[in-house]
């Protein structure tokens, strides 16, 4: 007796056997895992990354970035839909660098924050007190590979 799997098959019960534990198939061949009390996540889910960039005199680097944590960063990451935001921060001569990059699982999460115009800064009330300039944009991107260790 000859067994017969078309090709077809073939990967779909590779696939079976070489996903995680708790691995299923949605209808839309999306894998997802399930992550407890019935509730299932998409393995492969859409995040956009905000990146805005910011630079102070040096000798208001620390002063401002305690300011950005309490007016900023606590405001972000009570939004619904923020998945994390990230702080940079780079002195040169006299120069301090901030970026900061902010992670949504929408573009809709997104304009919980900055409003309407997601391309447009938000910027806090006392910005202007500490930046050298206030650039009017922020880049927004996907993030299609996140390979950092946890």
Not at 9 to 18: D, K
Not at 22 to 50: C, D, M, P, W, Y
Not at 104 to 126: M, N, Q, V, Y
């Amino acid at each position: 007796m000859k067994l017969r799997i078309s090709f077809g098959l073939l990967v779909a019960l590779l696939a079976l056997l070489c996903a995680p534990l708790g691995t299923s198939f949605g209808h839309n061949g999306q894998s997802q895992v399930k992550k407890g009390a019935g509730e299932v996540a998409a393995l492969k889910k859409l995040v956009i990354a905000r990146i805005w960039h910011g630079r102070t005199p040096a000798s208001k680097a620390d002063e401002y970035y305690e300011y950005l944590k309490e007016a900023g960063i606590k405001k972000i990451q009570g939004i619904d839909g923020n998945l994390g935001v990230q702080v940079f921060r780079r002195t040169k001569d006299d120069v301090a660098e901030f970026t900061v990059i902010s992670y949504w699982e929408s573009i809709d999460a997104i304009r919980k924050f900055a409003g309407t115009d997601i391309e447009k800064t938000h910027h806090l009330p006392k910005d202007p007190e500490y930046l050298l300039e206030l650039e009017p944009t922020v880049q927004h991107y996907e993030v299609v590979l996140d390979e950092r260790k946890r």
